[in-house]
């Protein structure tokens, strides 16, 4: 049995250990109610940012289907031939105007001196036939006056010979009226010397004017044929100068089948000229230089290579004019416009970023300007959410030194936010 002092002391000791047990459990439901608190400021905070977060993507499109975009020159031959000299290689830098390529020149220098001795013939021919224009025409005008000439005396010499015949057949008719006169007294000085009445002194002076009338008869008939023929003569005369007359009023189209040919001429001498120009081209066509700044690439041409006109060499990438192509949702364009602003985050540079432009939204989807494009009314239908290209263009592309360093380059990654509110 316990005495009195001890279950004093053992009361004493329970009381004095009663608050202490107590206590302990008053800590765990302290800490309990601040875990509760940060909880639910944490939950407000939490709210708070989804709700901030929210509000400000709704400020912004955004699409990781991007990638920057450039003009990239196929650098082809515009020429047949050999190539003989290589001046880049792929990855180099090269400045508008440098020579990438070289092809064998001793053809097109053959061909350029083959056109050049035809031009200068076609030349000479031209200027011949020119000399010649002048003088058919002055010749043409000489033989017109002088045809005309000819017809003129060949009239008047048919009117002379006519004239010659009227004169002869008055001459005729005269000498015939006295050879009548004279045979008649012919006759009768015949029959009075038959009869002796008169002498025949008086009848052989009647027989001998008789006899000479009718000579002279004779010889005017004659002078009148002949009078007769030179009018023929003279007919044929004229008709001969009419003839060469009419030949020489045909020689203008003689003149104008002359300046034709000089025409003609001129214009083999314009052809030889282009075939000669064009042979120079082709000579200088044999270095094929860079169209602009930029980096070489996608080079397929070797040394000793025979190349066609056409056939792609290599590639020039210039750096300097590169822009965003951004593929957004159709769902994102509804407030997208040009001239909103962009940032722009480039994969390749651990997403540092950049700023730029809206400039303009494609004018269909991309799936239209594929090679097949969908036929949404045949067969079993699947809607798909169709994308759109927007074109950005970076800030500061205008600057002549934009991208200088050449970081950003065509076919990157990037990721391009659209401030649409």
Known sequence: MKTVNEEREFSESHDEAKPVADAAPAEPEKRRKW?????RIFMVLLVIGAALYWWESRKYEKTDDAQIDGHIHPI????????????????????????LVEIDSVDYRVAVERARAEYMHALAAAEEAQLGVP??????????????AAVLSAEAG??????????????????????????????????????????????????AAATSSNSEVAGETAALNSSREAVKQANARL?????????????????????????????????????LDQAELNLGYIRIVAPADGVVGNRTVQLGQNVEAGQELLAVVPLHQIWVTANFKETQLGLMRPGQKVEIEVDALGGEKFHGTVTSIGGATGARFSLLPPENATGSYVKVVQRIPVRIELDGHDDPGFNKDGR??????VVPSVRVR
């Open 35 to 39: 875990l509760i608190l940060l909880l």
């Open 158 to 207: 048919v009117t002379a010979a006519n004239s010659r015949v009227s004169e002869a057949e008055a001459r005729l008719a005269q000498a015939q009226a006295g050879a009548r006169t004279a045979n008649l007294d012919l006759a009768r000085y015949t029959e009075l010397v038959g009869k002796k009445e008169i002498s025949r002194q008086q009848f052989d002076q009647a027989e």
């Open 76 to 99: 082809s031959s515009r020429i047949d031939g050999h190539v003989v000299k290589i001046h880049a290689e792929s990855g180099d830098f090269v400045k508008a105007g440098t020579v």
């Open 408 to 413: 950003l380059r065509p076919g990157l990654s």
């Open 239 to 275: 008709a001969q100068a009419r003839a060469e007359l009419a030949n020489a009023r045909i020689s203008p189209k003689e003149v104008a089948a002359s300046q034709a040919r000089a025409r003609a001429n001129e214009a083999a001498v314009a052809k030889f000229k282009a075939l």
């Open 135 to 148: 003088i058919s025409q002055a010749g043409s005008t000489s033989r017109i006056h002088s045809a005309e």
